[in-house]
């Protein structure tokens, strides 16, 4: 119903910027929220950043707000993560996700999400 594709991902020096994006084949985008979820080696798939169906609510991890800012533009039929200053403690592989439903829930198993894109890998290095 929903196919998410990450891209953007890559080698980048501790310190830079990165931009992923993440292209959704779907006649309904504007009504979906969406998220970005990262992996690091060893650890569990962690929430890094979510925005409502309206973009009125945007939400992020403690560990990366102030550094990443998440958007979307609707008629593209895409959302991107802009990662600035980024440590190598991010490196990680990067999901993006969708809730059908226009929501980010906290609360809820991966927040909700009902769509899963296959990754895109971020790699930070000093």
């Known amino acids: 119903q929903v196919q998410l594709v990450e891209s953007g991902g890559g080698m980048v020096q501790a310190g830079g910027s990165l931009k992923l994006s993440c292209a959704a084949s779907t006649r309904t985008f504007s009504t979906l929220a969406l998220a970005w979820f990262r992996q690091a080696p060893g650890k569990e798939r962690e929430f890094v950043a979510g925005i409502s169906w309206s973009a009125g609510k945007t939400y992020y991890s403690v560990y990366v707000k102030g550094r990443f800012a998440i958007y979307r533009d609707n008629p593209k039929n895409t959302v991107y993560l802009q990662m600035n200053s980024l440590k190598p403690d991010d490196t990680a592989i990067y999901y993006c996700?969708?809730?059908?439903?226009?929501?980010?829930?906290?609360?809820?198993?991966?927040?909700?999400?009902?769509?899963w894109g296959t990754g895109t890998l971020v790699t930070v290095y000093s």
């Open positions: 996700a969708a809730n059908s439903a226009g929501t980010v829930a906290p609360g809820a198993r991966d927040y909700g999400m009902d769509y």
